[in-house]
T-cell receptor
Framework: DAKTTQPTSMDCAEGRAANLPCNHSTISGNEYVYWYRQIHSQGPQYIIHGLKNNETNEMASLIITEDRKSSTLILPHATLRDTAVYYCIVRVMGNTGNQFYFGTGTSLTVIP | EAQVTQNPRYLITVTGKKLTVTCSQNMNHEYMSWYRQDPGLGLRQIYYSMNVEVTDKGDVPEGYKVSRKEKRNFPLILESPSPNQTSLYFC????????????FGPGTRLTVL
């Protein structure tokens, strides 16, 4: 079973905030949520991660619901260069270390 | 320049012919990992390594082997490739203490005929 579910695609007007949702209803208490993005078939690029508190960095904000069953990645002022596939990921503790489960991604198109 | 390198970038091979995809990082990262990416399935983790001589299975390890004899290198071995291993492969590395922010290589596109 997928650990995360995301909408397949979204559009956003340039300059507006892009809000990308992710459901991770089976997440456990010590499992982190990560977001990466991928442009074309390049290697994914880290955006942000969090456990239970909201997080913000120079790229984005991550809002995690209190029950931790879902989260939202916010790109505050989307630009054309933000057009990419955005992956929501859950990090779990494997036998010897950290395992990462990617969702199928949301293709974000920023429209001029 | 800090980077993760993969070789080869493109490979076409035939069923059953053993191959190795190399991965090397110059950032002194403890954690390294391999992923495969297939249309509609996102990225799936094959193997990961927390440090030298410590490797473990990810979500889809069948048909793959790895080794971690040196900190900088983490080769992916396909002993007997099959057509269902045709995919785009990514290697990634990170520090564990910094929150496991992974840096990804450029990818290796493998076709098994």
């Amino acid at each position: 079973d997928a650990k995360t579910t995301q909408p397949t695609s979204m559009d956003c007007a340039e300059g507006r905030a892009a809000n990308l949702p992710c459901n991770h209803s089976t997440i456990s208490g010590n499992e982190y949520v990560y977001w990466y993005r991928q442009i074309h078939s390049q290697g994914p690029q880290y955006i942000i991660h969090g456990l239970k508190n909201n997080e913000t960095n120079e790229m984005a904000s991550l809002i995690i619901t209190e029950d931790r069953k879902s989260s939202t990645l916010i790109l505050p002022h989307a630009t054309l260069r933000d057009t990419a596939v955005y992956y929501c990921i859950v990090r779990v503790m494997g036998n010897t270390g950290n395992q990462f489960y990617f969702g199928t991604g949301t293709s974000l198109t920023v429209i001029p | 320049e800090a980077q993760v390198t993969q070789n080869p970038r493109y490979l076409i091979t035939v069923t059953g012919k053993k191959l190795t995809v190399t991965c090397s990082q110059n950032m002194n990262h403890e954690y390294m990992s391999w992923y495969r990416q297939d249309p509609g399935l996102g990225l799936r983790q094959i193997y990961y390594s927390m440090n030298v001589e410590v490797t473990d299975k990810g979500d889809v390890p069948e048909g793959y082997k790895v080794s971690r004899k040196e900190k900088r290198n983490f080769p992916l071995i396909l002993e007997s490739p099959s057509p269902n291993q045709t995919s785009l492969y990514f290697c990634a590395s990170s520090f564990i203490s910094s929150g496991n922010e992974q840096f990804f290589g450029p990818g290796t596109r493998l076709t098994v005929l």
